[in-house]
């Protein structure tokens, strides 16, 4: 399967950045066109009315440009002699970018990852593992690169000490 299209959720945070870094090297190998998405969530801009009567469906146009164009901004910036389309969407973000997905025919999505936890993630979700279970493609979660720098760097240090937790890992018994 070529990589023709990769889609890059957007939401202005550094794992987004990252995320699209790794697309725009994969789209380098591939000579593939990147898809930047942003979705405004419409469930934020509801009244408490408005979500119960269902009467506010989705943004209109000018909404969507105006929320969009401070995240597009940097990756306009850094798209450089890549082919790179915008997307603007309003909705739930993981129904909407599993449907962009869909919709746009893509052979990728790089989503970054913020690792919401604890209260949040119980009761939002995480859009990441929405999106990895539901999308009808290969999906690629890129976490923040200064967060896994330093957890290998905490690693080595309890492997330093500890050495047992690495014989653990490697399927061997303490001696």
């Known amino acids: 399967m070529a990589i ?5 959720p957007v939401d202005g945070s550094v794992e987004a950045g990252a995320a699209f870094q ?37 943004c209109t146009e000018e909404e969507l ?17 890549h082919r790179i389309r915008f997307v603007a969407a309003a909705g739930a973000p993981s129904l909407t970018i599993t449907a962009l997905a869909h919709k746009l025919d893509v052979q990728l999505v790089v989503m970054g990852n913020r690792g919401s936890g604890g209260m949040k993630r119980f ?5 990441s593992q929405y999106v990895l279970e ?10 923040n690169p200064k967060v896994m720098q330093e957890r290998k760097e905490r690693e080595e240090w309890r492997e330093q000490f500890y050495p047992s937790r690495l014989a653990e890992r490697n399927g061997k018994k303490n001696q």
């Open 22 to 58: 790794q697309a725009l090297e994969i789209a380098g190998l591939a000579d593939a066109e990147v898809i930047v998405a942003y979705v405004v969530d419409i469930r934020e801009k509801m009244s408490t009315f408005e979500k119960l009567t269902g009467e506010k469906e989705a």
């Open 65 to 81: 440009e105006e929320e969009a164009g401070p995240v597009f901004a940097p990756f306009r910036k850094d798209a450089g002699e």
């Open 134 to 143: 539901n999308a009808l493609c290969p999906v690629m979660i890129v976490k």
């Open 4 to 8: 023709q299209r990769i889609l890059v």
């Open 123 to 127: 009761m939002t979700g995480s859009v």
